[in-house]
């Protein structure tokens, strides 16, 4: 580590900024957001600050004449952005007068330089690579920025507000801590963190005994909860923030078989993990006991997560776990997922709508033969709705039939779609009379089957078509 991490108190003086043109207006920005007071040499002489917020732009004092000579006195740093030459003298002269300084891009200049920043308030991450690789930094943040609560920033200015209050009753150092300790993960911190600062202020000021508080040795909830989190279809990129946070909070999840071990390696190193699904040909543990499970660990205190494969809500029989723990008054929350049909239509460019083609989208499943001849087909007969299949490829020689009987051309475009997101995916696209024999040769599924003229719009149908005017050009030219 060569550069040490530190945070600069702005409001201790001016910076001293430097330089001209795209890149000093980025720093101004920077800085300005952060509350900084800032001497400005616009070395090209446009001083334009349009774009800027008013509030900062009053914190602007604009200087004229050569840096070189300015008067250092209070300034707590010196930046120099898109100033040339001058900036390597500028940087000189301050390194002579022991004063840090940075020179944007020039490591060789500067004494100091910025770090990637995740910004919450008064959390503040700070991501170096010592200069050498921005774009790794920021990539790092973005991982950090998916995992930090968004109100994380209100959890410290409420600590911050209340410490010292609390602190009077609280004479030693590790009964202050612990009772910190519990209100981060407690209740009280939850509800800061749920935007409910309010509430959160009534039960800290409804603690009558501080000592008692913090004594309880466990800095956990005694409340357990449920999270059914959507995973997606596979690609772990498409977890949402949410879903992330869920997994990395878990005490233990209970997992689908369709969960990827991708985001499987997503979930928290000592969370338990609990397998309850079933795969085609192999049952399950069956749902009565997959909702007892569930209301059995909140019930514990844990954290559990029930994790599906796509949306809960979305042939994942969520409906009715939420049932359950409402019955048996367990705290829940429900975080969406990518539902499968949605993933395919991403990667392989199905637009599930389309002016005047397709006006509405039908999803549903027909796992069995026995399944579409539950299917009312004839609701189905609107060549301008898009047909979502789940688990259909077992039945989609019934599906065709259904279809070809309420009237639907046998040469309705239709795609079958294998694994979506995942590194293996695959796509079959062709017409409705050929389904049976596209879903023959995605070898193994899941899959979902999209049925409409949408499918024409589709990457592999056009990819298809390309294909098919070679081969027919080709021949032409045999
Ligand atoms: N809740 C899930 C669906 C569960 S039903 C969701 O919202 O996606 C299981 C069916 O989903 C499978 O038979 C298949 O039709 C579809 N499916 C799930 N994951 C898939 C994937 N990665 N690629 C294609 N289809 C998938």
């Known amino acids: ?182 209100v981060v993960d407690g209740p009280i911190g939850a509800l800061v963190l749920a935007g409910r600062g309010e509430e959160a202020e009534q039960a800290i000021k409804d603690i009558t005994d501080p000592v008692a508080f913090a004594g309880v040795p466990s800095s956990r909830a005694p409340e357990g909860h449920v999270s059914l989190v959507g995973a997606g279809p596979g690609d772990p990129d498409l977890l949402t923030i949410k879903a992330l946070r869920a997994l990395q909070d878990a005490d233990v999840v209970f997992y689908d078989e369709l969960v990827s071990p991708e985001i499987l390696d997503r979930i928290r190193r000592d969370a338990s993990r609990v397998p309850v699904g079933r795969r085609v040909g192999k049952p399950g543990i069956g749902q009565d006991a997959v909702n007892a499970l569930l209301v059995e660990a909140a019930k514990a205190g844990q954290r559990a997560v029930r994790l599906k494969g796509g949306d809960c809500f979305v042939f994942g029989r969520g409906g009715e776990e939420i049932s359950a723990l409402r019955e048996a008054g367990v705290a829940y929350s429900v975080i969406p997922g990518i539902t499968a049909g949605l993933g395919a239509a991403a990667q392989f460019e199905v637009p599930l709508t389309y002016r005047h083609e397709a006006l509405r989208i039908t999803f549903l499943t027909a796992h069995k033969a026995g399944d579409a001849a539950a299917v009312d087909w004839g609701t189905l007969t609107d060549d301008k709705m898009t047909v979502v299949v789940y688990m259909g490829m077992t039945a989609a020689s019934a599906i065709r039939a259904g279809l070809l009987a309420a009237g639907r051309s046998p040469r309705t475009p239709v795609g079958v779609f294998a694994r979506v997101t995942r590194p293996d995916a695959r796509a079959a696209v062709g017409v409705l009379e050929d389904l049976p024999a596209l879903v023959a040769r995605i070898e193994s599924g899941p899959a979902i089957l999209i049925i409409g003229d949408v499918v024409a719009h589709s990457a592999p149908w056009r990819a298809s078509q390309i294909n098919h005017l070679a081969s027919e050009l080709l021949v032409a030219a045999e």
């Open 1 to 182: 580590m060569r550069f040490l991490p530190v945070f600069l108190d702005l409001q201790t003086g001016p910076i001293l900024l430097v330089g001209a043109g795209e890149l000093v207006r980025a720093k101004l920005r920077l800085l300005l957001a952060a509350g900084a007071r800032i001497r400005w040499y616009a070395t090209d002489g446009n001083r334009d600050t349009s774009g800027l917020d008013a509030e900062g732009v009053a914190r602007i004092v604009h200087e004229s004449g050569d840096p070189l000579v300015a008067d250092l006195s209070g300034v707590i740093a010196v930046l120099c952005a898109g100033a040339g030459e001058l900036g390597h003298a500028m940087a000189a002269r301050t390194k002579a007068a022991g004063f840090p300084v940075n020179v944007m891009d020039e490591l060789a200049h500067s004494t100091f330089i910025f770090p990637a920043i995740v910004d919450r308030g008064d959390v503040v991450v700070a991501i170096g690579t010592g200069g050498s690789a921005p774009v790794l930094a920021r990539r790092v943040r973005e991982k950090i920025e998916s995992v930090l609560p968004a109100r994380i920033g209100d959890l410290a200015g409420f600590i911050g507000r209340w410490r010292k209050p609390i602190s009077g009753g609280l004479p030693e150092m590790a009964l202050r801590r612990r009772f910190w300790e519990r």
